[in-house]
């Protein structure tokens, strides 16, 4: 027993002292001081650790984040450019009940947008019955015309996708945004998991949490899932991960997922068309490519197609995808349906092609090409969060409550500018959650984000992305913007408190 | 294996080779200086930068500023400090293709590296940073073998490490034989001592030399030694060797035993088993190591020509 | 009326690059008005040659060289018959209300909205002020005269801008190429919520004619939709009503939707673009005389980075 072996030493618990309590949803307590149940244990773990016991593990997690070099690069600052996305020990914890809600409102969600891309590509059904204006489709900047008429594989368009989901001050979930075009984060969550399962293993073991190591595997699946059926080998098609390079903020999960599947990573520069076939340039020669998870934006993927002063892309790439030789994951074109003003339209478009009312609700959306809508946001601005429409990762945004005179001015102008280009959401109050700060605990808006997989089938992973916005008060959990994250429990069933009784004291290493 | 990772990875081993080496040259060098007046410490300097080939100073040369340029210049392609930066660069380029541990470990030399501030007192007490280097080299190399699958990708960090010992072995034992011109079979005296037994520190080889030879330093053995042993890793013949190996497993695994590369390796380790020491010192040892040096060229282009960077068309026709 | 169309483009780098892909647009449409009646396409060095249809129903035929290479010829072979326009094309003129409705009920959005080249401007706006153009009279007499004073305002200018020379570049001078007459109609008239596209082929000169825009080259000109009398044709260029003599290849938002050719290579090389375009109605015989052919000369582009080594685009200059 260290403990009672060492008197000398002072022993500081983390106290929640500091701990505010707002009027935003709080995730572990129902009311100040009072923990919700399936956050009883770890309550009672946080407030028998000691102080420097906590930091200690802490300096071990970013120890290791560092030197793994799970890292993620900020662009536009000079030096330091590749930093340690910061993670946060406390779990954060979601019961059964609440995530098969969080499942079923997703699934639902993706195959309608699924089924909504298929549309406007095609006959634009949704479009000639005049619910979402054509106007607004395509005046999209990311709706690809040259994808009109062109087969893909399942009529998936979207197979990897993040979506961003809030709690709302009722303790309801709602969804932010979509992420349809190349979603990131999901090392980061693997990643958490693994430290958090050496921080905390028992606590980890005895709350009965869903495993979410096998997100690799279902992702080659997936992919596998879509080969084309050109590919002459549909057994062992090859499948790759095409990213943008070493400099993009993303390069580590990019490795990460490439060495977990098995599959090459290359770039731009690995790969030709010859004769509407796809190739990578390999020791051994040439070796035909047949599916491409491609983390590359649309416009960088083929400058004979898209921009022409791209050198991340492949010549020729959409002429061997037109063709039916090359999968790409995900589909060209799919940004049209996470445009923040086609977004709006979320449960309508779920509404028209599933006969469904959406699970999962939207936040409210003010679309700025409406008159109305535009007054109203534009009269109180300060209460308002304003974002440009095909922007992501926290870039372009006003936060009202947080913005100077000038800025919303500077706003104002935009919006009246390009009203296309910019929609109006309510100022949210992100739901809390505990946060090791320095070593006490502090509450921190956070929010989630799950990702799914659709290829022959629908998986999710439990949990996913809890991403903490660990500046004090904010409400941006961007890592690009001072965001960290932290690891998501699902528990198998219950809230996990009967199996956590046992729990008695914080963890500590044997002798 | 995509030839871009394969040509990440032969660079990748290419430049922590020559990190190590550096290091090792330069810190047999400062031991040395520390016994030696200053005036023949200066052109010990000029004998080093030979030694590395690297562009040479003229006239008087400043220690510490040249100490500077060998370990911690960054405009310096081929300092410790560039070297152990541009193998982790391209470490990083391919880091799904290596262990996490090996990541880890070149990572970590990296930033050790980086933390160095080179102040006046530090070259005095320069020994650890030198050991610190050569030390996390070898540790990558442990760490390489013993984590890392012995496949396609491991044969190519094994050609660029010996490709790169090949040349700076071979560059080392010309300039040091270029200003040494003692009589080969003849026992060296003590001013010259100091030089042969900084050579055979250079090349890790003290040690190995006296036990196969005793102390006793006559160049002949120490060319021997260096050039032709096959079973000591920093010799030449052991070197060739490897790549030799190596060339045939890529040869075995691409289907491309045939092509340029392993013939000029074979030729080249022929002519190292069939050579007797007594002829290249006699027909001096300066043009038959400008001939490995050469020859090394040669492997180094036709690799690069058949596996990294051929021509599209010739693979199109096939 | 039928013709034939010869258009030859040759790109000539120095040193050789490698591993070109290219993309050409160059069979004419058929449709309500013209006939493709032949097509061929020839390549140097060889390659196998495919084709697709774009999103306008334009042919796109493309094809990559992967060796090195110094030259590349695409050699276009084409006989067309047009037919005569319809007689009395303003019995059918629409007024606004009519043409609101059908435009409102069909899928005209994307000839609508401002493209890369079509976009307003300060300079467009002054220009529209200064023509006091705005919505009156009836739709096709609008345009008419519209087409008229573009080409009294504007005078006609070889080699004054480039290929991807905003629309700026030539309001600003009061002069361009067809290209630019073309760009500047489209957002004119877009901004009358007429529906309007732009125009790439060829135009037939007669020897009693004088047409500003030059033989011996590829043209450009627009359509706008006019409810029940389609898409009609106006070539602000030469001041012509779209008649016999113009032959459409291919129709697009703007010129970035329809380059006759478009292509990247790998290499830092000097390129030299010439361009030899024919036409001849079908029973003429060959003339003795090849009209000059135009050449265009770039130098290597810099690479921003060491990464930047290869692409470049090559597009030809339309007039």
Redesign the interface.
């Known amino acids: 027993m260290t403990a009672t072996a060492q008197p000398s030493r002072i022993r500081v618990q983390p106290s929640f002292v500091r701990y505010q309590y707002e009027t935003a949803y709080d995730e572990m307590f129902s009311a100040p001081g009072v923990p919700r149940e399936h956050y009883q244990a770890l309550h009672r773990t946080l407030l028998g650790m000691p102080q420097e016991e906590l930091l200690k593990r802490q300096q071990a997690a970013d120890l290791t984040f560092l030197h793994e070099g799970i890292t993620f690069t900020v662009y536009g600052s000079k030096e330091g450019t590749e930093k340690i996305f910061p993670n946060d020990l406390v779990p954060r914890i979601i019961p059964s009940i609440e995530w098969a809600k969080i499942e079923k409102g997703l699934t639902q969600r993706l195959t309608a947008l699924n089924m909504f891309l298929r549309d406007i590509y095609h006959e634009g059904r949704i479009l000639s019955e005049g619910l979402i204006p054509r106007e607004l489709v395509y005046s999209c900047k990311h709706f690809r015309r040259e994808m009109r008429g062109l087969n893909v594989p399942r009529d998936t368009y979207v197979s990897i996708c993040g979506t961003d989901l809030v709690r709302l001050p009722d303790g309801s979930f709602a969804v932010l945004e979509d992420n349809l075009r190349v979603p990131s984060g999901v090392s980061y969550m693997l990643a958490n998991r693994k430290v958090l399962k050496r921080v905390f293993p028992t606590m980890f073991r005895d709350y009965g949490v869903w495993p979410v190591d096998h997100y690799p595997q279902a992702l080659l699946a997936t992919l596998r899932s879509l080969t084309p059926e050109n590919c002459q080998y549909r057994q062992d098609p090859t499948t790759i991960l095409l990213t943008p390079g070493v400099s993009n903020s993303a390069y580590f999960e990019h490795t990460f997922l490439a060495q977990q599947m098995g599959i090459e990573l290359v770039e731009g520069r690995d790969l030709l068309v010859h004769d509407n076939v796809v190739y990578m340039r390999t020791t051994a020669g040439l070796r035909r490519v047949d599916v491409i998870y491609r983390r590359v934006d649309d416009d960088f993927l083929d400058p004979l197609c898209f921009r022409p002063d791209s050198i991340l892309g492949v010549p020729g790439l959409f002429n061997a995808y037109r063709a039916g030789n090359v999968t790409l994951a995900n589909a060209i074109g799919t940004g049209v349906a996470d445009d923040k003003a086609v977004y709006a339209y979320v449960p309508e478009i779920i509404k028209f092609y599933l006969n469904e009312e959406a699970i999962l609700p939207n936040v409210p959306t003010f679309l700025m090409t409406n008159g109305k809508h535009r007054n109203h946001v534009l009269q109180n601005l300060e209460k308002m969060v304003v974002k440009a429409v095909g922007e992501s990762g926290g870039y372009g945004m006003l936060i009202g409550p947080h913005s100077t005179a000038q800025q919303r001015e500077e706003f104002r102008a935009r919006v009246l500018a390009e009203p296309r280009n910019y929609i109006a959401q309510p100022t949210l109050s992100l739901s809390c959650a505990p946060c090791l700060i320095d070593g006490e605990v502090e509450s921190r808006h956070i929010d989630l984000r799950p990702y799914i997989l659709m290829g022959e089938k629908v998986t999710l992973v439990p949990g996913g992305l809890t991403r903490v916005a660990l500046r004090k008060g904010s409400l941006v959990v961007n890592s690009s913007q001072g965001g960290g994250s932290k690891d998501t429990w699902v528990l198998r069933e219950g809230n996990g408190e009967d199996r956590v009784a046992k729990i008695t004291s914080f963890e500590r290493k044997a002798g | 294996?995509?030839?871009?990772?394969?040509d990440s990875l032969y660079w990748m081993s290419r430049y922590l080779e020559r990190a190590e080496h550096t290091a090792r040259l330069v810190d047999v060098e400062l031991q040395l200086w520390l016994d030696q007046s200053p005036e023949t410490g200066a052109g010990r300097w000029r004998f080093l930068l030979e030694g590395l080939h690297a562009p040479g100073a003229k006239g008087a040369v400043d220690a510490a500023k040249l100490m500077n340029a060998l370990v911690f210049s960054r405009t310096n392609a081929s300092s410790i400090v560039s070297c152990i930066a541009t193998a982790r660069e391209n470490l990083?380029?391919?880091?799904?293709q290596c262990s996490?541990e090996m990541?880890?470990q070149l990572?970590?030399l990296y930033l050790d590296v980086m933390q160095t501030n080179p102040d006046e007192a530090w070259m005095l007490k320069s020994h650890g940073f030198f050991r610190a280097v050569q030390e996390g080299a070898h540790l990558f190399q442990g760490i390489t073998d013993a984590t890392m699958s012995h496949g396609?990708g491991w044969q190519y960090i094994q050609l660029g490490r010996y490709v790169e010992r090949t040349d700076t072995l071979a560059s080392l034992m010309e300039a040091h034989f270029k200003r040494n011109a003692q009589p080969a079979d003849q026992v060296v005296e003590s001013a010259e001592y100091l030089e042969w037994v900084a050579l055979l520190r250079s090349c890790l080889a003290f040690e190995a030399y006296c036990k196969a030879y005793t102390a006793e330093i006559r160049p002949l053995r120490v060319a021997e030694f260096l050039i032709l042993t096959p079973e000591f890793p920093h010799s030449v013949r052991f070197s060739v060797d490897r790549i030799n190996a190596a060339l045939h497993v890529?040869g075995d695994?691409?289907?491309?035993r045939e092509k340029s590369p392993t013939r000029i390796a074979g030729r080249l380790r022929a002519q190292l088993s069939f050579s007797q020491i007594e002829e290249i010192m006699g027909q001096g040892p300066h043009s038959y190591l400008e001939n490995v040096r050469s020859e090394c060229a040669a492997i180094h282009s036709a690799i690069h020509e058949i596996?990294?960077d051929?021509?599209?068309?010739s693979?199109?026709a096939? | 009326m039928a013709y034939s169309v010869r258009h030859i483009t040759r790109f000539r780098y120095e040193p050789a690059v490698r591993e070109s892909v290219m993309e050409v647009r160059l069979q004419p449409r058929t449709d309500m008005r013209q006939r493709c009646l032949s097509f061929s396409l020839d390549v140097t060095p060889r390659a196998n040659i495919m084709v697709y249809r774009d999103f306008f129903g334009n042919a796109v035929h493309h094809f990559d060289i992967p060796g090195q290479h110094e030259v590349v010829e695409v050699a276009a072979q084409a006989i067309v018959e047009v037919l005569p326009p319809t007689p009395s094309l303003a019995t059918y003129a629409c007024d606004w209300e009519e043409l609101d409705e059908r435009v409102a009920e069909g899928d005209y959005w994307e000839m609508l909205l401002p493209s890369h080249f079509a976009r307003p401007t300060e300079l467009l706006e002054k220009l529209r002020a200064e023509l006091k153009l705005r919505r009156q009279g009836n739709p096709l007499e609008l345009l008419q005269e519209l087409n008229t004073e573009l080409y009294e305002s504007f005078e006609y200018a070889p080699n004054t801008t480039k290929v991807d020379s905003p629309i700026d570049d030539a309001l600003e001078a009061r002069r361009g190429v067809c290209q630019d007459f073309a760009h500047i109609m489209i957002a004119l008239v877009r901004q009358l919520k007429i529906p309007c596209r732009y125009v790439s082929g060829y135009l037939y000169h007669e020897d009693k004619v004088k047409d500003r825009s030059p033989a011996g080259a590829t043209h450009a000109w627009v359509e706008a939709y006019l409810g029940e009398m389609g898409w009609v044709a106006f070539d602000p260029t030469n001041n012509l009503p779209g008649c016999e003599r113009h032959i459409r290849v291919a129709v697009g938002r703007d010129y970035a939707d329809v380059p006759p050719t478009r292509g990247v290579y790998k290499g830092e090389a000097a390129s030299e673009l010439s361009v030899l375009v024919s036409v001849a109605p079908i029973d003429a015989p060959e003339p003795e005389e090849l009209p000059p052919v135009m050449v265009i000369r770039s130098k290597p582009l810099n690479s921003a980075s060491s990464l930047a080594l290869d692409h470049q685009q090559q597009q030809q200059q339309q007039q």
């Open positions: 294996m995509l030839s871009r990772v394969a990083r380029h391919v880091r799904e996490s990541w880890e990572n970590r396609e890529i695994l691409t289907e491309r596996y990294f051929y021509p599209i068309e693979e199109m096939s």
